[in-house]
């Protein structure tokens, strides 16, 4: 029921940063947990790390100390700040809730990372 729209993704030279936003409509969304996942060319999906209803993190071992993930349930969006960012963060990136089970994937939004 919950629908997911990322945005902010662009091109950056590497040590910048990007603020991504995932936009949800159609449901309950302070009650989700929210997953950010990133998927490089020939790579599986991944996932990078998630917020939970309650406002807690993880992260994957890659981002830490560089990533951070945030939500705002009054404007119904969860961030994902990317800072210092390298050309292995270049991915398309996007956002679902989890656990994702039988959920489709929207778009994504492109995040390149190059000098």
């Known amino acids: 029921q919950v629908q997911l729209v990322e945005s902010g993704g662009g091109l950056v030279q590497p040590g910048g940063s990007l603020r991504l936003s995932c936009a949800a409509s159609?449901?309950?969304?302070?009650?989700?947990?929210v997953g950010w996942y990133r998927q490089a060319p020939g790579k599986q999906r991944e996932l990078v790390g998630l917020?939970?209803?309650?406002?807690?993190?993880n992260y994957v071992e890659s981002v830490k100390g560089r990533f951070t993930i945030s939500r705002d349930n009054a404007k119904n969006t969860v961030y994902l700040q990317m800072n210092n960012l390298k050309p292995e963060d270049t991915a398309v990136y996007y956002c679902n809730v989890v656990p994702v089970g039988h959920r489709g994937w929207g778009q994504g939004t492109q995040v390149t990372v190059s000098s």
């Open positions: 159609g449901g309950i969304f302070s009650t989700v947990a």
């Open positions: 917020i939970t209803s309650v406002g807690s993190t």
